[in-house]
């Protein structure tokens, strides 16, 4: 048989009070309920606690050593249970979240704040890092959510799309080709191409749909994340793709953006989950509020 909460409650106020009609009043049970509680609570620890003389109701040595144990026990649960619904409440916790640079540097900053205000006691830990690296944190169980590129089909993880994002192409400020309105793809295989390295994910997309029409990208340069890409436009050394969540950084640095037609791609971003892995309720209310974000 294993002691209860109430058990030790009904002992704790008897032992406080002195009497078992005040210890009734305080817990709101009856004096059979109060009497049959203590009694359980004595055969599991195997002696008398509590002694009952004609004024009052006194601890017995045994009872008077295991009377604070069980205000220590009581005080702990209470304590747990208040730190529990705090984090139900919102008032205490916090969430890991991988976020590809490009979101992290343009819309992430504006959805962050908007749940810094809602639950400012939150701790938040963003790691901004390549689109195929959030992917592995989130597979990893490194964090618990987790905003990229749609990673396609796959049995360990949950896809909610945010946003369609479309490429774009970055172009130095003095490039002939500024002077169109769109550019196709064709274009961009006359001139000299700057791309990210393999195995980027957005390079294996555009090659692989580019592949289908018979338009082959060369690059002249290559280089790992789109700030160096765009910085490298900027100084002339050719043209780029890049992703439209990323527009307003790449133009900051000089850059002049144009669309792209013929065939126009598009890819989608959104927020990862591990399949079948509860997320805590920080996390929870951190997704409601992009998901809210982007239904504008």
């Given at each position: 048989?294993?002691?209860?909460?109430?058990?030790?409650?009904?002992?704790?106020?008897?032992?406080?009070?002195?009497?078992?009609?005040?210890?009734?009043?305080?817990?709101?049970?009856?004096?059979?309920?109060?009497?049959?509680?203590?009694?359980?609570?004595?055969?599991?620890?195997?002696?008398?606690?509590?002694?009952?003389?004609?004024?009052?109701?006194?601890?017995?040595?045994?009872?008077?050593?295991?009377?604070?144990?069980a205000q220590r026990i009581l005080r702990d649960i209470d304590t747990s249970l208040d730190d529990v619904k705090s984090l139900f409440e919102l008032r205490r916790g916090k969430v890991d979240i991988a976020v590809m640079s490009t979101f992290a540097s343009s819309k992430f900053p504006t959805i962050l704040a908007i749940f810094h205000q809602q639950c400012p006691e939150i701790k938040v830990t963003v790691h901004d890092i390549i689109a195929e690296d959030v992917v592995n944190m989130v597979r990893r169980e490194k964090v618990e959510l987790g905003i990229s590129f749609d990673p396609g089909e796959d049995q360990e993880l949950t896809f909610i799309p945010l946003l369609q994002d479309r490429f774009m192409a970055a172009l130095p400020p003095e490039h002939p080709l500024n002077k169109s309105k769109s550019i196709t793809w064709k274009d961009l295989t006359k001139v000299s191409y700057i791309s990210l390295q393999k195995p980027s994910s957005i390079r294996q997309q555009i090659e692989s749909i580019l592949d289908e029409k018979g338009i082959f990208l060369s690059p002249s340069f290559e280089a790992h994340q789109l700030i160096t890409i765009g910085k490298m436009v900027a100084e002339g050394l050719g043209v780029s793709i890049i992703p439209e969540v990323s527009a307003k950084q790449i133009q900051s640095l000089g850059v002049t953006l144009r669309p792209i037609t013929s065939p126009k791609i598009e890819r989608s971003i959104g927020i990862i989950l591990k399949k079948h892995k509860p997320i805590s309720i920080p996390a929870k209310k951190l997704q409601n509020i992009s998901l809210q974000y982007f239904k504008g």
């Open positions: 048989m294993n002691i209860t909460i109430k058990q030790l409650q009904v002992f704790v106020s008897i032992a406080e009070t002195g009497s078992f009609a005040k210890a009734c009043n305080q817990l709101h049970l009856s004096q059979p309920a109060i009497s049959a509680s203590l009694k359980n609570l004595e055969t599991v620890v195997g002696g008398t606690l509590l002694a009952r003389t004609t004024r009052r109701t006194e601890l017995t040595p045994e009872g008077a050593s295991f009377f604070p144990v």
